[in-house]
């Protein structure tokens, strides 16, 4: 499978459900969130905006997804919201189409237009890799099946605090109903 194959397979409505490892504090918060993917030609006019904000040529990209999330974490203050959106374009390397960048017109961790990395691997895992101006990201997506998806990150600001997180993904019916979200416990002792 090649990059842009794993995000046509991601296309679709998906409720993830979350545990980020908070290690500084030793403790674990949970969260879930609704994430919609949609894979993108390398001719959408936003996969050629992404590239030009840039600076890369757009006949490079082989393609790219609009990403749109909305979510909550344990720990929210009231009135707290996880919700946004990114474009995500593809430009794989010349001697590798197995790797490439990865141009974002804003990131997930800070809200930047941000360039990363990414490979497939030899199990069809993908794998990002993203610096930020005040962080470092690494996360791992692979399918279990067509409708289940799992993803770990990390998370370590240059100030030394590092999080870990696992998500279980699993596709919804775009005709199925959202929920309202119900709280979760805080923490795991």
Same mark, same amino acid.
């Given at each position: 499978?090649? $990059?842009?194959?794993?995000?046509?397979?991601? =296309?679709?409505?998906?409720?993830?459900?979350?545990?980020?490892?908070? &290690?500084?504090?030793?403790?674990?918060?949970?969260?879930?969130? /609704?994430?919609?993917?949609?894979? &993108? @030609?390398?001719?959408? %006019?936003?996969?050629? =905006?992404?590239?030009?904000?840039?600076?890369?040529?757009?006949?490079?990209?082989?393609?790219? @997804? /609009?990403?749109?999330?909305?979510?909550?974490?344990?720990?929210?203050? !009231?009135? !707290?919201?996880?919700?946004?959106?990114?474009?995500?374009?593809?430009?794989?390397?010349?001697?590798?189409?197995?790797?490439?960048?990865?141009?974002?017109?804003?990131?997930?961790?800070?809200?930047? %237009?941000?360039?990363?990395?990414?490979?497939?691997?030899?199990?069809?895992? &993908?794998?990002?890799?993203?610096? /930020?101006? =005040?962080?470092?990201?690494?996360?791992?997506?692979?399918?279990?099946?067509?409708?289940?998806?799992?993803?770990?990150?990390? $998370?370590?600001?240059?100030?030394?605090?590092?999080?870990?997180?696992?998500?279980?993904?699993?596709?919804?019916?775009?005709?199925? %109903?959202?929920?309202?979200?119900?709280? $979760?416990?805080?923490?795991?002792?």
């Amino acid at each position: 499978m090649n $990059v842009m194959e794993f995000f046509q397979r991601s =296309s679709g409505r998906w409720l993830s459900r979350r545990t980020t490892h908070h &290690l500084a504090f030793q403790r674990s918060e949970t969260g879930e969130s /609704y994430i919609e993917i949609t894979a &993108l @030609a390398a001719d959408h %006019p936003q996969i050629i =905006s992404t590239c030009q904000l840039h600076e890369v040529d757009p006949q490079l990209a082989i393609g790219g @997804a /609009y990403v749109t999330w909305n979510g909550f974490m344990a720990w929210d203050k !009231e009135g !707290e919201k996880h919700e946004g959106s990114t474009l995500f374009a593809l430009v794989p390397d010349p001697d590798n189409p197995q790797r490439g960048k990865l141009l974002r017109d804003r990131g997930y961790a800070e809200t930047v %237009p941000v360039a990363g990395s990414y490979h497939m691997d030899n199990d069809c895992e &993908l794998v990002l890799i993203t610096e /930020y101006p =005040s962080m470092h990201t690494i996360e791992r997506f692979w399918f279990t099946e067509p409708n289940v998806r799992l993803r770990t990150s990390t $998370v370590q600001w240059l100030g030394g605090i590092t999080t870990a997180t696992f998500c279980t993904e699993t596709r919804l019916e775009m005709d199925q %109903p959202t929920v309202p979200y119900t709280k $979760v416990p805080a923490f795991f002792g």
